[in-house]
């Protein structure tokens, strides 16, 4: 699925979870935020589709989704983007007893 419309599928989703997204221009990197008991997510209209997709998908990752329905195909990219951000141990940053 291309990272339009995927970013349109996901801004549905953050949407049906209660927050409002707005694009503005900026030095920032995007998060989510309540401000004045609105619930937003900010993205950067300077940046990529590509980079909105993998914040979007790590925000609905760290919310209650599963009460909405998802789409297939959706949720499988989901799915993928999720697994493609998830920590990888390192061996050389791991403590021992040593």
């Given at each position: 699925m291309k990272?339009?419309?995927l970013l349109l599928e996901f801004e549905e989703i953050v949407s049906q979870l209660g927050y409002r997204?707005?694009?503005e221009?900026?030095?920032f990197r995007g998060a989510n935020c309540v401000l004045?008991?609105?619930k937003l997510i900010m993205l950067n209209k300077n940046q990529p589709a590509e980079i909105h997709?993998?914040?979007l998908a790590r925000f609905i990752e760290g919310?209650?989704?599963n009460s909405i329905f998802i789409k297939p195909a959706v949720r499988k990219e989901l799915e993928k983007i999720w697994d493609l951000q998830a920590p990888r141990k390192d061996p050389e940053l791991e403590f021992t007893d040593d």
């Open positions: 990272a339009d419309k997204i707005r694009k221009r900026g030095n004045e008991g609105d997709v993998g914040l919310h209650d989704y």
